[in-house]
Each structure stands twice: as C-alpha cells, then as structure tokens.
C-alpha cells in the first residue's frame, strides 16, 4: 500500500512537472527543427546554446525562463534554447566557438549576433530590444517613476571616504584613486581631468576600473595618507585585483594625455582620448603573426596550444578559436567575410547595440584587420 502510495504521488508530481515544462514560454528546439524553429520563422529569435554539464548554464537557465516569459506578448520575439551536448549537437559545432553558454541572436538568414555583456535580465532585454527595435512596455507605477527620477547622466568619478575606501576600492579588478585636498590648486586642476577619463574615456569600463578621489582636509580620520606614505598631494595610487596593500604609486605626469596612456598600460583598457577603443584593443601580435605565417593543420594545432598558456580575456581567447577552427575547416575566404559583416552590422546597427556589443565588435574587427 506504501508503495502504491509512493507510486501515485510521484506519477502526479511528474504530471505537474510536466504541465510546468510544457506551459512554459522558452522554446526547446533540436537540430531537427532548428532550422525550421529559428530561421524560417524570420522570428527575432535569442537562443541559449547550453550542455547539461555545464555549471554557468545551469546558473543562467532561470533567467532565460524569465527573459521568455518578458517576451511572452510580443509574438515577434521567441526565446529559444538548445542543448548542444545532447539533441543539438550538429547546431552546437556551427555556432559555439568559446564554450557554453553561447547566448545569440537570430533573425532569418542573416548572421547571428552574440551577446557578450552581463547575463542579468535587464541586459539581456535590452540586448534584445535594441536589436528588434521592440520596446517592452513599463508595467507599474514604481518603474514610470523611477525612469522619471534617475538622472540621464551618471557621474562615475566616485567621492571615496576613509569609512568606504576599503569596500570600495577592493571591488574593482583596477582602481586609481586621487589623495588630494580642497585647498590644493592642483588637485583641483587634476579633478576634471579625472572626470573625463571617468566619464568619457573609460565610462564604458566602469565595472572594471574605478577612478576615484579623496579629499583628506574633508575628514579628521587620517587613515589613508599615513597608510600609504602619502607625502605630496595629490598622489594617485593604483590598485589591482583588490589588493589594498600595495599599490602603485605613480609619480608621472599628470596631463591628461599622459594619464590616459598610462591607465591603458595599467588595465590593458586600449581606450582613445575619446573612449573609443584603439586599433590595437583585442588583439594579440603574437598569436596574429602565427597565424598568418602558418596555415597548415599542425602549425593551427600548435597555436591552438601556445593560446591557451595565454593570460588574456576569455572573448578574445574564444574569437581566435573560432578563426583557429575556420581555418581548419578550409572555410575559404572566412576572414573577409566575417570583417565584412561585421562592419556591415557596426555601420547600420550600431543605433540598436549597447556599448559591451560595440565593444566586443570592434575588437573582432581589429583582429581579423590583423590577419588580413
């Protein structure tokens, strides 16, 4: 009887299940009706290429349910997924070049768009929105009112206190912090120097680099100036990896040309007076010189090899695979046409692109640039 118990209990909770599953918004597709699902449909269509194995999917699945379920009134717009370790395997070797999960986005038989930025719900609608030209209507008051109340431009010049320094600072994988005074001519002179290149030149790297000031007249808590020597105002201390404890002390010059120079040496940013990222930003000579020197299966292995010792950002790493892979397929003229749609999408998309994809899209412009 216990057993026959057990029995229906767990036959009804798989039922549920199942209705949940099949009740939700996110579309399963396969290799079988991919094709058919995706591109056909000439749907504006994002999909999340995932394998069960992998542990960051697993972490994002209950976003992309929600981002489905965002999308659920506006039949345009699908939110698809696939596995690519399982039933989707032939779609997973064509599209996935840097692991899983690979997030893109699809709308006919034009080139997908990956999404590189932050896998929270609000970037990936606004990724999706900005590409489809759709816009979710706001739902509540609290939103109206919020858009109504936060200002248009963020200043990203941070005032840091003795009581915040340690927290903030810390936070950041690169941090440039300006010890000065109110009463100091030049400490004053630096501040709007420090305000474009928070703002202007590095304001699309703000969630990597901080760049902050603090005014030790304004607080009797000498803390900071006596735990790192600080002699001279202003003094600009550099931090890496949240390491407090010794940063760089740097004792150039301070004219704005100088300084954008050295932050780009310091965070490997590649960042122009104007925040445009340089010629140069994404590339890797070393690799880029092998590559165009050595184009026979083996050599392709060996580089293959020789990147991964590499300590560099995983995007980067991940588009020099996937031009490692198109060479060892012979895709014939891939560089060209890959530079080309790119350029394409930088010139009549750009209105529709966040500044992470523009980003991202300029970097694979300047590497393919390297290699032709």
Same mark, same amino acid.
């Given at each position: 009887?216990?057993f026959?118990?057990?029995? =229906?209990?767990t036959t009804?909770?798989?039922?549920?299940l199942?209705?949940?599953y099949?009740?939700?918004n996110?579309?399963?597709?396969?290799?079988k009706?991919f094709?058919?699902?995706?591109?056909?449909?000439e749907?504006f /269509?994002?999909v999340d290429?995932?394998?069960d194995?992998?542990?960051?999917?697993k972490k994002?699945?209950? *976003?992309?349910?929600?981002l489905?379920?965002?999308?659920?009134?506006?039949?345009?717009?699908?939110?698809a997924?696939i596995?690519?370790?399982?039933?989707?395997k %032939?779609?997973?070797?064509k599209?996935?070049?840097?692991?899983y999960? *690979?997030?893109?986005?699809?709308h006919?038989? %034009?080139?997908?768009v990956?999404?590189?930025?932050?896998?929270?719900l609000?970037?990936?609608?606004?990724f999706i929105?900005?590409?489809?030209?759709?816009?979710?209507?706001?739902t @509540?008051?609290?939103?109206?009112?919020?858009v109504d109340t936060v200002?248009?431009?963020?200043n990203?010049?941070?005032?840091? *206190?003795p009581e915040?320094?340690?927290? *903030?600072?810390?936070?950041y994988p690169?941090a440039?912090?300006?010890?000065?005074?109110?009463?100091?001519?030049?400490?004053q002179e630096? %501040?709007?120097?420090?305000d474009i290149?928070?703002?202007?030149?590095?304001?699309r790297?703000?969630?990597k680099?901080?760049?902050?000031?603090?005014? =030790?007249?304004e607080?009797?808590?000498?803390q =900071?100036?006596?735990r790192?020597?600080v002699e001279?105002?202003?003094?600009?201390?550099?931090?890496?990896?949240?390491?407090?404890?010794n940063?760089?002390?740097?004792?150039?010059d301070?004219?704005?040309?100088?300084?954008?120079?050295q932050?780009?040496?310091f /965070?490997?940013?590649?960042r122009?007076?104007?925040?445009?990222? /340089?010629?140069?930003?994404?590339?890797?000579?070393?690799?880029?010189?092998?590559?165009?020197?050595?184009?026979?299966?083996?050599?392709i292995? @060996?580089?293959?090899?020789?990147?991964?010792?590499l300590?560099?950002?995983?995007?980067?790493k991940?588009?020099?695979?996937?031009?490692?892979?198109?060479?060892?397929k012979?895709?014939g003229?891939f560089?060209?046409?890959?530079?080309?749609?790119?350029?394409d999408?930088?010139?009549?998309?750009?209105?529709?692109?966040?500044?992470? /994809?523009?980003?991202?899209l300029n %970097?694979?412009?300047n =590497?393919?640039?390297?290699?032709?």
């Amino acid at each position: 009887m216990k057993f026959i118990n057990t029995f =229906i209990a767990t036959t009804l909770w798989l039922s549920s299940l199942t209705l949940a599953y099949s009740s939700s918004n996110l579309i399963q597709v396969s290799d079988k009706d991919f094709k058919q699902v995706v591109i056909e449909s000439e749907k504006f /269509t994002f999909v999340d290429f995932y394998a069960d194995w992998c542990r960051h999917c697993k972490k994002l699945a209950p *976003t992309i349910e929600e981002l489905a379920d965002l999308f659920k009134n506006y039949p345009q717009v699908q939110i698809a997924k696939i596995n690519g370790d399982a039933d989707g395997k %032939k779609m997973g070797r064509k599209y996935v070049y840097q692991g899983y999960p *690979t997030l893109l986005f699809f709308h006919g038989s %034009k080139e997908p768009v990956e999404f590189n930025g932050s896998r929270d719900l609000e970037s990936l609608s606004n990724f999706i929105q900005q590409l489809s030209g759709i816009r979710l209507s706001s739902t @509540s008051a609290e939103e109206k009112e919020e858009v109504d109340t936060v200002p248009v431009v963020e200043n990203k010049l941070v005032k840091i *206190t003795p009581e915040t320094f340690n927290d *903030t600072v810390s936070s950041y994988p690169y941090a440039v912090v300006s010890v000065g005074a109110t009463w100091c001519r030049y400490c004053q002179e630096l %501040k709007p120097n420090l305000d474009i290149l928070a703002n202007t030149v590095f304001g699309r790297d703000s969630s990597k680099l901080l760049i902050g000031y603090l005014e =030790i007249d304004e607080h009797e808590n000498e803390q =900071i100036s006596g735990r790192y020597g600080v002699e001279t105002l202003p003094t600009l201390l550099f931090f890496k990896d949240g390491n407090l404890d010794n940063p760089l002390v740097y004792k150039g010059d301070r004219k704005f040309v100088s300084l954008v120079e050295q932050l780009n040496k310091f /965070t490997n940013l590649s960042r122009d007076s104007e925040g445009n990222l /340089t010629p140069n930003a994404g590339v890797l000579p070393e690799i880029s010189q092998l590559i165009k020197a050595n184009t026979d299966p083996d050599s392709i292995l @060996s580089i293959f090899d020789k990147l991964d010792t590499l300590v560099v950002e995983e995007e980067t790493k991940g588009y020099y695979d996937k031009i490692l892979y198109s060479i060892l397929k012979h895709e014939g003229g891939f560089l060209q046409v890959e530079l080309n749609r790119i350029n394409d999408i930088l010139t009549k998309e750009v209105a529709k692109l966040d500044s992470v /994809t523009i980003d991202s899209l300029n %970097k694979r412009s300047n =590497i393919l640039r390297s290699l032709l």
